[in-house]
């Protein structure tokens, strides 16, 4: 399974951002979708993910600010980022996990200026 994210950027704080995650499968038959950060000398965490069955759960760092969704029809997942602070500036990666294996896509920098 091949994942490409996209949408990161500049942003100023406050600001809003979408990223997405296209994957090469069907995403309905993975177990869970979800994104994960890792800021510069951090390491990665959990962002937000979201199961087949449509439950989703958060870091407590971001809850009320993002939304993450799934379009599977699109075999997509989404990131809707709201409310940004320069702590979230981090490369954000999708995570697919289907089959008992773990897929990771390539990452897209999300900065958030002051």
């Known amino acids: 399974v091949q994942l490409q994210a996209s949408g990161g950027g500049l942003v100023q704080a406050g600001g809003s951002l979408r990223l997405s995650c296209a994957a090469s499968?069907?995403?309905?038959?993975?177990?869970?979708t979800g994104w994960y950060r890792q800021a510069p000398g951090k390491q990665r965490e959990l962002v937000a993910r979201?199961?087949?069955?449509?439950?989703?759960n958060y870091a407590d760092s971001v809850k009320g600010r993002f939304t993450i969704s799934r379009d599977d029809a699109k075999n997509t997942v989404y990131l809707q980022m709201n409310s940004l602070t320069p702590e979230d500036t981090a490369v954000y990666y999708c995570?697919?996990?289907?089959?008992?294996?773990?897929?990771w896509g390539q990452g897209t920098l999300v900065t958030v200026s002051s």
């Open positions: 499968a069907m995403i309905a038959s993975a177990y869970r």
């Open positions: 995570n697919l996990v289907r089959l008992g294996m773990n897929y």
């Open positions: 979201i199961t087949t069955g449509g439950t989703s």
